[in-house]
């Protein structure tokens, strides 16, 4: 007759390679919700690009002609004032100060163009003019990631250019 009750040393292996399992699939899960954050942080990133992007064209568009005067071209602390046929929004300003955009339109407060989640190393702005041409303006701003996000290495840069 055979004994069919279980040893000490089976049931110490059993613990052992469910401990081995469950070690396992708790780091998979772990990496899981760690992607799912930096998925969600870099969506929220380049949401924030698009709009700071689609802002900045908009007021470019609408403007009647570019204050040469109060605006600093080709300068990684560039600045861009606008003159718009809009008194409330005459002139509307664009600048860099602290790793932040701001735009300032009329008299208003200055406000920023982003949250605090995006970092701007440069901002830079070159006016192309030509004869019977109208002005355009070719803007250059690079996103620098957040030191908590530095590990996936994606910097952001904007490029794109507009005519008034």
């Given at each position: 007759m055979k004994n069919k009750a279980t040893t000490l040393l089976e049931i110490m292996i059993y613990f052992a390679l469910l401990a081995v399992f469950l070690t396992a699939a708790s780091s998979f899960s772990l990496q899981i919700i760690n992607l799912s954050e930096i998925s969600a942080r870099m969506y929220e990133l380049q949401a924030q690009s698009s709009f700071l992007q689609e802002k900045m064209k908009t007021a470019i568009l609408n403007a009647e002609s570019i204050n040469l005067t109060t605006s600093l071209f080709d300068s990684d602390q560039g600045v861009l004032a606008l003159n718009m046929n809009t008194a409330g929004l005459d002139p509307t300003v664009?600048?860099?100060?602290?790793?932040?955009?701001?735009?300032?339109?009329?008299?208003?407060?200055?406000?920023?163009?982003?949250?605090?989640?995006?970092?701007?190393?440069?901002?830079?702005?070159?006016?192309?003019?030509?004869?019977?041409?109208?002005?355009?303006?070719i803007v250059d701003v690079i996103l620098v990631t957040p030191s908590d996000l530095a590990n996936i290495g994606t910097d952001l840069s904007l490029h794109f250019t507009v005519s008034l």
């Open positions: 664009f600048s860099l100060s602290a790793d932040t955009i701001f735009m300032k339109e009329g008299t208003a407060v200055a406000e920023p163009l982003h949250s605090s989640l995006l970092e701007v190393d440069s901002l830079h702005f070159h006016r192309v003019s030509y004869e019977k041409t109208p002005d355009q303006v």
